[in-house]
């Protein structure tokens, strides 16, 4: 009963522009994939888009849910939709989605393998959609999600031509968190070290050819900055040219001290408008 609620009861802005769209994705593997994305706010179905994915794609946390707040980028200073970018989310096998046990299970011993196919199968059926510039693809995450961005950097670069990664890990056997244990087994004879490896963006970094900004705290004690020093000088060995900030001192958040959070931001924003412009061709 509404007249015994003291204020105003609120009721949704159905005609908002920017609105999240809900969609779903099947890509060359059979695997329907559920996503998110927010169109540019002058949309013209004529013009091709850039597209930014942003991307975790391991089993810790989902990125396609119906919630508040879902379809805003906090690293980028200024809109998104306004400048001109689609701004999407899909997620794949491993997420801890209610789509039963082989779903879930399917990323044990598999993750940066099973999980980085998942997202690029869906992303080049996506790829065909008339409004996207296949030319203006990045991809962004933290954590996880830099370790997946590194990864679909590395592993497809046909697809992917831009990509954005923070605080990742890039060698899965310098993790030191029963994490990666309890997902990929435990690395105690070549067997077990296997898949760590396979699923590690160091292995892969040869294959860059797009562009990459690496970002990493040097005080990091949950993804240590040997993970950094690793995956540089990888891309050192094969003359791959990169553009990388480490922020003295910072922990896994990249937070602390004055000004550390505008300079990331401003840092992320500039990176992606230079290499991947925004705006309908």
Same mark, same amino acid.
């Given at each position: ?20 769209? &809900? #969609? ?17 706010? !002058? #949309?013209?179905?004529? *013009?091709? $888009? ?6 975790? +794609? ?23 939709? !306004? ?25 044990? *011993? ?7 196919? !998942? ?11 008339? &409004? ?34 923070? +605080? ?27 898949? &760590? ?6 292995? $892969? ?36 040219? #990169?553009? &990388? ?9 990249? #937070? ?16 992606? *408008? ?8």
């Amino acid at each position: 009963d509404n007249k015994h609620i003291s204020g105003t009861v609120p009721h949704l802005n159905t005609s908002a522009k920017n609105k999240p769209v &809900f #969609f779903k994705v099947k890509n060359a593997d059979g695997i329907e994939m559920d996503g998110w994305m927010v169109k540019p706010t !002058d #949309f013209d179905s004529t *013009k091709k $888009y850039p597209v930014v994915f942003t991307v975790y +794609a391991e089993p810790a946390g989902q990125t396609v849910v119906d919630r508040y707040g879902v379809g805003r980028n906090g690293l980028y200073v200024g809109n998104m939709a !306004d400048d001109g970018y689609i701004y999407m989310a899909i997620e794949g096998r491993g997420a801890p989605a209610p789509k039963g046990a082989a779903w879930r299970k399917a990323i044990y *011993k598999n993750i940066g393998i099973i999980n980085i196919r !998942d997202q690029a199968m869906g992303a080049k059926e996506i790829l065909k959609w008339p &409004f996207v510039d296949s030319t203006r693809i990045a991809v962004h995450g933290w954590s996880g999600g830099g370790s997946t961005t590194l990864n679909l950097l590395f592993q497809y670069p046909d697809i992917y031509k831009t990509g954005i990664a923070v +605080a990742a890990v890039g060698w899965q056997l310098s993790y030191d968190n029963i994490y990666q244990e309890r997902y990929m087994g435990v690395p105690t004879d070549e067997a077990g070290r296997e898949p &760590f490896i396979k699923g590690s963006p160091v292995a $892969y970094a040869k294959n860059l050819r797009g562009n990459l900004l690496y970002i990493h705290g040097t005080g990091d004690d949950n993804v240590h900055y040997r993970n950094a020093e690793l995956l540089i000088n990888e891309l050192i060995k094969y003359n791959r040219q #990169f553009q &990388f900030m480490s922020y003295p001192n910072r922990t896994h958040g990249i #937070f602390e001290g004055p000004g550390t959070t505008l300079h990331l931001h401003t840092l992320f924003t500039q990176y992606l *408008k230079e290499h991947c412009p925004p705006g309908g061709r």
